[in-house]
């Protein structure tokens, strides 16, 4: 599965589905849940509700622009 | 300084986005600290909003305060550091720092039950790097925010206004959580039935996730190589994936599997998912996407090493290894409580 979230703004605009997972996943552990992003709730940043973003570790310096970085200023309010 | 906070919202806007969140610069990584606070008391937000907020601003200055304190202490490129101290062969610190002690046990164990992918001696010089991170994003969530999850919440410094005491009982956030430079730590408080969303970043494209997952009390932690080049050495001459992300209890662990598993390449992580059940995302070099979990292949079809067919003579041959690697992780989680 692979989503496209497309940042305009500094806010996160729309998010689209442009690979689909090929099986539904199976029950997990209680305390993590590792699942793929169905078209339907990737219709927006919001039914997304995703706060946090794993990568690759990030520099400061590279900070601004990414995905967290655009994620926080939403969460702010769109400042 | 290089502290960006951000403007906490009025009483009058909060409703829909009450999550706090401040971002930190420390060792050129950015910490984003989000304190998500409980909804409001009817008629009484403004005083809530004021308290979690100045309480949240308390827990930020100290987790900045602490960082530096571990950068300066562990910091292989600062020549004052501890770390420094021990590659020139001075090793001091070994007596009078409880937590470099810690740390230098962890390191041992990690090359231990990772079978040598996790190696603190690569190329003979001592470098914890690769586990101080993933301890300090810990400590930092347990000593600074997890006091704003507990009911009754007194350690904030710096708070002027006392909060009244019919609502004292309650604590005063739901939800916490920091993210340093991909490596994500959370946790929820005990009534909350609050889930963490994460994003799992598409190392082709930093601007796309490749999946998700949930958690809600945990850690998820990703290695590789979109970002900062070939950070991590390679121990192995084995296919290497792209990147790996591991979701587990701590983020301490899961730093450690993956960049164990980035190091060590598929074969040997293929025997760690196993003997740890370890739940996963990796990417091999071709683009492809495998997902593990409580260490099982959920996605057919790869090519190589197949961690879901264990015929029985393997796994009995695995058994004694397993055991010695079970034990080891319990150490290292039994270590981390006093600390914290």
Redesign the interface.
Known sequence: MQVQITVSGGSISTVTAIKYPNETNQSQTISAQVIPTYEQEAVSAQSADIKLVSGATETYTGFTGSLQDAINQAEQGGS | M?RND??V?GAG?GHD?P?L?H?L?VM???F?I?VKPWGAVPGDHHRDQTAIASATDAAVSQIDAFLRDVDMRFSPFKQESSVSAARRGEWSAMLRDREFREIYAKTALANTITHGAFDAYYQGHYDPTGLVKGWAIETAIARFLRPLLQPSVAPVPHRTTQPSRDTDHRALAEAV?I?A????R?AVAQHSDYI????????E??????????????G?????????GA?IAHTTEDEVFT?L?V???SVEDADLWATAGIAGGMHLWSALVKEQGL???AVRGNGE?I?Y??G?L???NIPGPKVTTAPSNTAQSNTAQSTTAQSATAQIRETRGPSC
């Open positions: 290089t951000v403007e919202q806007t986005k999550m969140v971002v610069n050129n990584i950015p984003t989000m959580a993210n430079g991909g490596d994500i959370t963490w969303h994460i994003g799992i970043e598409d190392p494209d930093t601007k796309a996730l490749l999946g998700s997952c949930q958690i809600r009390d945990g998820v932690a990703t290695s590789g190589f979109s970002k900062r950070h990147q992300t979701i587990s209890d739940t996963a995302v996407v997902r979990s409580d099982r959920l996605d057919s």
